[in-house]
Structures are given as C-alpha cells and as structure tokens.
C-alpha cells in the first residue's frame, strides 16, 4: 500500500504538470449533453508517459462501426485524433486504426500482437461486443478473450479503453446486447481500464431527440455528426483519465 501511494502521488504531480499543457476543447451543444459519461474512473499511465514526452501514439481496434463507409476521415478514430490535436498542444497525435467488417473479438485478438509491434502505441482503443451479440456467440468465450487482449496490450507497455456496442431502436429488441456489455464491464473493472460508454451515449441522444435515430432520411449526415461527437467525447475521456491520476488498483 505505501508503494501505491507513492506511485499515486508520482502520478499525481506528473498529472498537474500535464495540466498546464492541455487546452480543453470545447464540445458542440449536441456533443457536451453526454459528458458526464467522461468521467475518469481510472489512470492511463502509459498515455500520461506518451503525453508527457509529447508523442502520443494511439491503436483503434474494431469492427464495421468504428468505419464510416467512404468516409474514413469523418469516423469516430479520425475525429478523435483531430480532437486530441486540439487538446493537446505541442503533443505529437498519431491514431492508427485497425477495424475491418464482421470482425469479433477473437479475431481482433489474433492480429493484435502484429499490430502492438508495427505501431507501439501507449493506448489501445477496442471497440467490441457488436459482433458476438449478432452472432450469438458464447458470452463466457468473449469475456476470456477480452482477458487475452487487454493482457497482451498492457504486456506490450499499452493502456486499454474498451468502447462497447452502438445504440440503435431498430435492433435493440432482436439483438441481446446486454450480456456481451456486461462483460465488458466487469473486464473493464477486473482489469482497471476505462470503459466508454457509446451505447449510454447514443441512448440518451435518442431520449434526448439530440439525434433522431429511426429517420432514414439524411442517415450519412447524421452518422458523420456522431462519430464527430463520439471522437471528442473519446478524446476528452483519454485526456481526463490521463491528466487525472485516477485511483491505484484496491484502492477504491
């Protein structure tokens, strides 16, 4: 316990020196109705490193949602390196993404060592979940292979934030989503990594009417407005989580 509050008080110290070098941006109206799901709950150290030698290199790992058809430079990884880029200044932000269509988490798993290696990001962002509740796939498989990945990441000297599923009224009752974001949770709190929250997002831009999810009309539109909502909610949870320190593990 001393050394964790030593630790702690080393992560706090480099956390007030990052501070000053941060210059949080401002969210749209439509973007800043979901911040409180922004809240850090716990540190990413190795990202605070990355922010601190003013190099932060960050790996997305996911699946179709995380693409936006023939718009790869309005997705959500895209958005959230532009938003970085904002806020961190004077940090050098390179966000490389690795998300192919119909991929699940095993087979993100698989390719992840390759990819630790060829790009040696400080954190890896793993979008997950969607693929195993189409498919029905064995919950119990999917929570060990999140076990697998975040393990291999942070062996690798890599944080993890794991992003779940997206919300969406038209699959909502045919797709059971909650046991496979549940899983995601807990392996979110066994492993002391940030969970973002995009299904809670998106739901309550639905409840809001921030975003009128059930009218196809203008769909591309409204897809590229969210991702660009969904990048800087992400990238204001990565700055909050590293700047903040966090709580050491068993300490909470």
């Not at 007030?16 to 800043?32: H, N, S």
């Not at 880029?85 to 798993?109: F, I, N």
Request: hydrophobic share 45%; glycine share 8%; aromatic share 6%.
């Amino acid at each position: 316990m001393r050394a964790w509050s030593f630790m702690a008080l080393a992560l706090v110290n480099v956390s007030w020196l990052l501070l000053g070098a941060v210059a949080r941006a401002e969210l749209p109206a439509q973007c800043a109705v979901a911040e409180n799901f922004t809240d850090p709950d716990f540190a990413l150290p190795n990202t605070t490193a990355a922010i601190g030698k003013k190099k932060l290199t960050i790996l997305v790992l996911g699946a179709g949602s995380s693409t936006l058809q023939g718009a790869v430079q309005k997705a959500y990884p895209a958005r959230l390196q532009v938003a970085l880029q904002a806020s961190l200044p004077g940090v050098e932000v390179a966000v490389h993404s690795d998300a192919k269509q119909g991929r699940d988490a095993g087979q993100a798993v698989a390719n992840l060592v390759q990819d630790l290696g060829a790009y040696r990001p400080a954190l890896v962002v793993w979008q997950t979940g969607t693929i195993e509740a189409m498919r029905g796939l064995d919950p119990d498989n999917f929570s060990a292979t999140l076990d697998k990945g975040i393990d291999t990441a942070k062996a690798a000297g890599a944080d993890v934030v794991l992003v779940n599923a997206q919300y969406s009224p038209h699959t909502e009752s045919i797709i059971a989503l909650g046991v496979y974001a549940d899983h995601m949770r807990w392996a979110a709190l066994r492993h002391d990594v940030p969970l973002f929250d995009r299904y809670g997002i998106m739901k309550l831009w639905a409840e809001l009417g921030t975003f009128d999810f059930r009218t196809p009309t203008n769909k591309l539109d409204m897809a590229e407005h969210v991702h660009d909502c969904l990048g800087r909610l992400l990238a204001e949870l990565i700055v909050r989580s590293a700047t903040s320190g966090g709580a050491p593990p068993g300490v909470r």
